[in-house]
């Protein structure tokens, strides 16, 4: 099996486990998908980070297929297998924390922010240690990709996906939690980092 083509295996391992069986059992478990769209504004951080979340996502898809047709050029051609090995194991292990996390969050799970939802405030599993640990794996399961198949468009996917990353929890959720859990919020702020363990953390109130 050819790079491109074992890297759309890996994508689709990401997207059925991740979006594909949490959605299910979501549903099943809520009656509803947990998808709350794009929020914000058009034009606001938000919705831009929203916007760039749906552009990583697809440039990720992109990489392989524009490789395997010949329009893009791999970054690097010759490479050390254990290279292939990290990013492979950066890869699975993004996919099995990012189900880890989502599967600790319960019935609180969404993608997007609904203004007038109320949720509980998770701080079991991994959130006992990352505000953010979702993002934290998926950004891992991008960055592994893009090692183990490197060309503009897997980098790109991967800054994309950073960049949305960023503004959809510094500009959406951050403050609807704060807004829904008010002293309780800014206490576990100040305690978990926001994506890495100890780094993130409110200190005067400040991210």
């Not at 509803?32 to 914000?40: E, H, K, L, M, Y």
């Not at 990583?56 to 292939?84: C, F, K, N, Q, S």
């Not at 996906?161 to 704060?178: T, Y």
């Amino acid at each position: 099996m050819n790079r491109p083509v074992l890297a759309l295996v890996l994508l689709a391992a990401f997207f059925a486990v991740n979006f594909g069986l949490r959605t299910w059992w979501h549903w099943r478990r809520t009656g509803s998908t947990g998808f709350r769209g794009i929020s914000g504004r058009v034009g606001s951080a938000e919705w831009l980070g929203g916007v760039l979340f749906a552009v990583g996502l697809v440039l990720g898809v992109a990489a392989p297929v524009a490789e395997l047709a010949d329009a893009v050029d791999p970054l690097i051609r010759t490479r050390p297998w254990w290279l292939d090995a990290v990013a492979g194991g950066l890869v699975a292990l993004g996919i099995a924390g990012t189900s880890w996390a989502q599967a600790a969050m319960g019935s609180s799970w969404r993608i997007g922010v609904r203004q007038d939802e109320r949720t509980e405030l998770v701080d079991r599993g991994p959130f006992c240690w990352v505000r953010n640990p979702i993002f934290t794996f998926m950004l891992l399961t991008a960055a592994g990709l893009a090692l183990f198949l490197p060309n503009l468009l897997s980098l790109g996917a991967f800054v994309g996906l950073a960049l949305a990353v960023e503004l959809q929890v510094r500009f959406a959720e951050e403050p609807h939690l704060r807004r829904t859990h008010g002293d309780s919020y800014i206490s576990y702020c100040r305690r978990v980092g926001r994506f890495l363990p100890g780094l993130g953390r409110e200190r005067g109130g400040d991210g």
